[in-house]
């Protein structure tokens, strides 16, 4: 055999191990959102027999009558949809109009912001629990939708994801231009950067959606009444000791994160453009 069919069959072998290793990583990673969505259909008493349950059952009608019987349910889903709308908007909003300025502008004491802001991305978010408390319960913001978004109106992260992407996607010519032509600095931004930077901004509103929408921590600080709980803590809750029903947990978690599914699916293609384009450029 020669050298040439040797090399051929050694690279087809490399190949077929590689997407080998990618199914099996593929497969682990479904598996978990496929049981979930299964036990969804289950009781509990059928998610505890053994061997569990590896298809889906006839139980989900019951387990969505049980689910709102113990929780509001599709009230705490709706408080999740609006705290992570407003979150995602006012965060596309300051984030990029942040972002602009530390890349366009030159201004006093610039370097030192912008390494203030970063600075504040390695502070573990355990340590805001207390002070962020304190200043709700000041503002009297206690058990209100807004104590949940208007504080992470303006993070680290997405304020250095829309610097770096305007800084390497818009050439300061343009915005010199658009001065020369009449702009006011804010039309610059609203007008002229805006639309440009489409892709950086569709991923920071994925990630901003998906981190609100998942998030536990604030939620169970600042929030008292189930009522208005979002929907992670809202299924916590159903958590007892001796008396959980997993069937109707599984049922509320499985829909939970159909939306999230949903737009992971439909964004994402722009998601992996936003995160590489502005380099591509660069």
Known sequence: MSTSTHRHAG??????????????????MVAPFYFMFVFATHTSAEIYSLPPPRWFGT??????????????????????????????????????LGGYAFAMY????????????MASMIIPSFMNMIPTFMLMDFLGWLDQPRALYVPGAAG??????????IGTAIPKDLIE???????????????????????AMGTLGLITFINSWNNFITPLVVMRSVENYT???ALRSMQAPNNTEWGALMTG???AVLPLLLMFFVASKRLIEGLTQGAVKG
């Open 11 to 28: 690279a087809a072998g490399t190949r077929w191990t590689a997407y080998a290793m990618v199914a099996i990583g593929a497969l682990i």
């Open 59 to 96: 139980a989900l009608l019951h387990n969505l009558e049980l689910l709102q019987e113990r929780l509001p349910f599709w009230r705490n889903i709706g408080i999740s949809l609006y705290v992570a709308l407003m979150t995602t908007a006012l965060t596309l909003f300051f984030c990029s």
């Open 106 to 117: 030159e201004f006093r004491f610039k370097r030192p912001l912008f390494t203030l802001v």
């Open 156 to 165: 680290a992260l997405g304020i250095f994801l829309m610097r770096q992407y």
């Open 177 to 199: 231009a658009a001065r020369i032509d009449g702009c006011g600095e804010f039309a610059i931004y609203w007008r002229v950067v805006l639309p440009l930077i489409g892709p």
């Open 231 to 233: 929907i992670p803590l």
């Open 253 to 255: 978690a499985a829909i």
